[in-house]
């Protein structure tokens, strides 16, 4: 079926962009990237299309990677139901984000560069999540790292952005450490890194090892979908670009963690405290993020701590053992987060790259495709009742309720949350007086058509795409059964946030002010996102930086190092210096010297029983 | 005719050569020390020649006749560096020329 098409397009938009697309008009530019993704997504259709119900993995190997001893990597893909949906969610989200990126991107430097880098991100993903062993999902796995940096840090000549970027990298490199110390593991183990071998001796091993693999796995997955205690590069990640924010940093890349704990299921069924932890991480971080996400002044800001927020619902989903279930709302938190974040591209985008929302307001009359479609996210975001949203974060808390009751009240309490901060953010841009200077414009339709079509997705796309079931037969079941009682609470809570959003942005702006006011310690606490950046820089950052100071560059470096070298040189030049006295350069001393000399040797053979 | 014993010759050019060297050490004059070296080359040669006659053999002489042509190439060269020392420097004194040393 010719899988490899389906990367190869977008790394050959990338190689053309990237080496001619300087000298190129930016129709040329467009058309290779948006057309190189385009025509990947139409032959995912296809092969999708052509491999029917996809009740068996569909394997293609290409040739052998690498082969040592017992190693043996090929260079694979397959396609299962899995694939197939995170196919369609990345060629599909991608595609529709590249083509808003042609507006937002109209007046910035450096286009070509950045659908270069956009196109070769797109190959990377799907080498990811096509790879059909662990080391070739690793290598996708580094290479949206990559893509991720180079996009964080797209406006280079900006301090705070090449910042993010070397933190979003520095902090991966942590979680990927565990990954490859994981992927080492699973090798000992297996003796092999596919994962149709791996899964298959699965069952049999012992728990014990299931559950270190399980517990590193979970490490890596923490990196790159930023959860407790590796979220802290996510929300400076918004230094991007929008449309780098939407298709990497919420729809896609961030998923990714996702994805290989959910391809990785036989392996964490069977090491039930791994899967515990990652629940327990999971709700803790979704529940953290959304409280900082509560008092954000940065629209992009807001919604960076909501994409963290919902990956912890994702994590809960995963670690509950609904496998299905947090595959789902990967693919709902795709739409809807492409679209808060395409939305809020476009709101910038209108008000002239203004990101706070306190200088927003009222753009309700002056932007309203824009408003219109944020609407459609916010309300499947929040949970509202029969939104695409709605049915995936239900299907997590009811697994989180069969697995812990305390974990779907705090779910829930997160829910009420996520519904509050996101219309909060809604209402302050859209509803009540401007409070900015720019005068805001609709954008082209290149930016609102996206939207249109993703707004759609977010409220029908649950229905559209019944992910459960169509993952039903490779997943474990989930024992949760239906809950009307549990339904209602979650949504209700869901409604209640957006009420108080309504109340206190909307209906008596003054209480805002006033609750923050009366809640001043909490508030700044808050505000400051629990100081977490600051901790983590006074316990890690600076003793590491202190430590590599004195230890590794003082001590080690000027110290040892250099002293050796410096050492022999100057032994030698004080040998030097004794043997220099003998070079008198009076010829008649040398000559004193030689018959010294010849005399010893003479004396020397004499002893020695002389010349025979 | 009696023979003149080994030891003459082995006597004078062990005194020959003692007197090359002693030329060599004390004198300052650089042709006088150059002369000097060829005295102590030429002393090893009659040593050469003496043992040859001694034990009829022909190595000594071969060996002679080696050391002559070096001594007659570093001779050419020798004179060379002399004159162009003389010429560069005005003086032949031997302790004068260490422009090496500093």
Known sequence: MQLWLIPLLPLAGFVINGVLGRRFPKALINTVAIGSVALSFAWVLKTLLGLGDLQNVYTEHYFTWIQSGALNIGCDFAVDRLTAVMLLVVTGIGSLIHVHSMGYMAHEGGYYRFFAYLNLFMFFMLVLVLAANYLLLFVGWEGVGLCSYLLIGFYFDKQFATNAGNKAFIVNRIGDFGFSLAVFYIFKNFGSLDFHTVFQQAPGASEAALTTIGLLLMVGACGKSAQIPLYVWLPDAMAGPTPVSALIHAATMVTAGVYMCARSWPIYTHAPEALNVIAVIGIATAFMAASIGLVQNDIKKVFAYSTVSQLGYMFVGVGCGAFSAGIYHLVTHAFFKALLFLGSGSVIHALSGEQDLRHMGGLRGKIPWTCWTMFCASLAIAGFPFTSGFLSKDAILLAAHGHAPWMFWLGTLTAGMTAFYVFRAFFMAFFGQYRGHEHPHESPATMTGPLVVLAILSLAGGYLFRVPEFLSTIFPASEAPEDLTLMVIASSAGLVGILIAWVMYVAKPGIADSLAAALKLPYTFLYNKLYVDEIYDATVVKPLVGGSRVLLWKVMDAGIIDGMVNGVGSRARNLGSVLRLLQSGNIRSYATWVLFGSVLVIVALGIAGGLR | ?102
Do not use: C
């Open chain 2, 1 to 102: 005719m009696a023979e003149v014993p080994i030891s003459w010759f082995l006597t004078l050019s062990a005194v020959l050569f003692a007197l090359g060297v002693a030329g060599f050490l004390f004198r300052r004059n650089i042709i006088t020390v150059f002369m000097s070296i060829e005295l102590m080359l030429n002393a090893v040669n009659l040593s050469f020649i003496t043992f040859s006659y001694q034990l009829k053999q022909v190595n000594g002489h071969l060996l002679a006749f080696f050391v002559m042509v070096v001594a007659a190439a570093e001779a050419a060269v020798g004179l060379a560096i002399i004159l162009t020392v003389f010429k560069n420097r005005s003086t032949l004194n031997i302790d004068e020329v260490d422009s090496m040393k500093n």
